[in-house]
Nanobody
């Protein structure tokens, strides 16, 4: 079955960096666009970034553009999110999701918590 497992979260100081990973299994990873979505404490879901199946077309929300970089290694079935210049408002649970042909998200990981605090 489809599995998405995020890792790499933790506590980091403002201005610091983290790299999240999402290990995918149970489907042909290289065929799908993949997203990162986050949820801050007490708030709703916020789309962060998406990358096409080949890893050549990344898109970002305005809130992270210029600071975060999405990438993927299809040989390793892994999605990444490099997060630099982190701010307290980036504190959230970060989810990896698989995108459907219609632009929805049909599978989600359990998430990894990122806390940005001094």
């Amino acid at each position: 079955q489809v599995q998405l497992v995020e890792s790499g979260g933790g506590l980091v100081q403002p201005g610091g960096s983290l790299r999240l990973s999402c290990s995918a299994s149970g489907f042909t990873f290289s065929h799908y666009w993949m997203n990162w979505v986050r949820q801050a404490p007490g708030k709703g879901l916020e789309w962060v970034s998406v990358v096409d199946s080949g890893g050549n077309m990344p898109f970002y929300s305005d809130s992270v553009k210029g600071r975060f970089t999405i990438s993927r290694d299809n040989a390793k079935n892994t999605l990444y999110l490099q997060m630099d210049s982190l701010k307290p408002e980036d504190t959230a649970v970060y989810y990896c999701t698989r995108e459907t042909d219609l632009g929805g998200m049909d599978h989600w990981g359990k998430g990894t918590l990122v806390t940005v605090s001094s």
